[in-house]
């Protein structure tokens, strides 16, 4: 599997949202591989990516991306951190492998309890041909992205780089409505076992026209320990358009649950 390996430190593990590429994320990556050892990959689906794909396993392959991940760089544990669709992935790994989990974080993350909308079962009837509607209906993410960079210069720029980077990393509207299927489909584990240390980062309610923040916060009910933060000036794109406010929040908690893990071990 093809595993990007960034930075010292900490360990981390970063899972990519619906569309599946790591690169949407990169500015978020970098930021945090400044403070932390950070690997992330593309979902196991995509091409290139090298992991192995069974459709009749379904939703599990991406769980067990995290632990292919974990084996190819050597590490027993490490903190587990979720975007979006990823955060199901994430807390799913958990719940299953507490003893290789050092700590989770779901950022702006679908909760296990989840299921398609209006408007997701309206793309997933024709995701090819609707594709160019979808990508309109995309504009609806700029009020965010000008929340983060105020100024009509700064946001455009702002908007144009994330656009650029989409193109250039584009998405598949196929593969898109196949894991929205493969995670209705699947069998959740409970939640409610999970002790690691757990982070619940959200942006404002007003700005994450993805994934309503109140869904998100749904894990500290099913995670009553869980911390919640709220990356101010954000939507659901907090670590892509503020990451450096991103990395700011996620490496200290990443370092403070590794260091206390280490001490528990020593002890």
């Given at each position: 599997?093809?595993?990007?390996?960034?930075?010292?430190?900490?360990?981390?593990?970063?899972?990519?949202?619906?569309?599946?590429?790591w690169?949407?994320?990169?500015?978020?990556?970098?930021?945090?591989?400044?403070?932390?050892?950070?690997?992330?990959f593309?979902?196991?689906?995509?091409?290139?990516?090298?992991?192995?794909?069974?459709?009749?396993?379904?939703?599990?392959?991406y769980?067990?991306?995290?632990?292919?991940?974990?084996?190819?760089?050597?590490?027993d544990?490490?903190?587990?951190?979720?975007v979006s669709?990823g955060?199901?992935?994430?807390?799913?790994?958990?719940?299953?492998?507490?003893?290789?989990?050092?700590?989770?974080v779901?950022?702006?993350?679908?909760?296990?309890?989840?299921?398609?909308?209006?408007?997701?079962?309206?793309?997933?009837?024709?995701?090819?041909?609707?594709?160019?509607?979808?990508?309109?209906?995309?504009?609806r993410?700029?009020?965010?992205?000008?929340?983060?960079?105020?100024g009509?210069?700064?946001s455009?720029?702002?908007?144009?780089?994330?656009?650029?980077?989409?193109?250039?990393h584009?998405?598949?509207?196929?593969?898109?409505?196949?894991?929205?299927?493969?995670l209705?489909?699947?069998?959740?584990?409970?939640?409610?076992?999970?002790?690691?240390?757990?982070?619940?980062?959200?942006?404002?309610?007003?700005?994450?026209?993805?994934?309503?923040?109140?869904?998100?916060?749904?894990?500290?009910?099913l995670?009553?320990?869980?911390?919640?933060?709220?990356?101010e000036?954000t939507?659901?794109?907090?670590?892509?358009?503020?990451?450096?406010v991103?990395?700011?929040?996620?490496?200290?908690?990443?370092?403070?649950?590794?260091?206390?893990?280490?001490?528990?071990?020593?002890?």
């Amino acid at each position: 599997m093809n595993v990007v390996d960034l930075g010292s430190g900490p360990p981390i593990i970063v899972i990519p949202g619906i569309q599946g590429r790591w690169e949407w994320m990169r500015p978020g990556i970098e930021a945090l591989s400044s403070h932390c050892r950070v690997l992330t990959f593309s979902l196991a689906d995509e091409p290139g990516c090298g992991a192995s794909f069974d459709e009749t396993a379904g939703f599990d392959c991406y769980v067990e991306q995290v632990r292919a991940a974990m084996d190819g760089a050597g590490l027993d544990k490490a903190t587990v951190c979720g975007v979006s669709y990823g955060g199901v992935i994430a807390s799913a790994f958990a719940a299953r492998h507490p003893e290789r989990t050092n700590a989770l974080v779901l950022v702006s993350a679908l909760p296990p309890t989840w299921m398609p909308d209006d408007r997701v079962r309206f793309y997933m009837r024709a995701p090819r041909l609707l594709t160019p509607v979808f990508l309109l209906a995309s504009l609806r993410m700029f009020p965010e992205i000008a929340a983060a960079h105020p100024g009509v210069v700064p946001s455009l720029r702002e908007a144009r780089r994330h656009g650029w980077n989409v193109l250039t990393h584009m998405f598949s509207p196929t593969r898109m409505a196949r894991r929205v299927r493969l995670l209705a489909a699947s069998r959740q584990p409970d939640l409610s076992g999970i002790r690691v240390p757990t982070l619940v980062l959200t942006g404002d309610p007003m700005l994450d026209r993805v994934v309503p923040v109140r869904a998100t916060r749904e894990y500290a009910r099913l995670i009553p320990h869980a911390r919640v933060i709220t990356l101010e000036r954000t939507g659901h794109l907090g670590l892509i358009t503020r990451p450096q406010v991103f990395a700011g929040i996620v490496a200290p908690f990443v370092a403070e649950v590794t260091r206390d893990g280490s001490r528990r071990r020593v002890v």
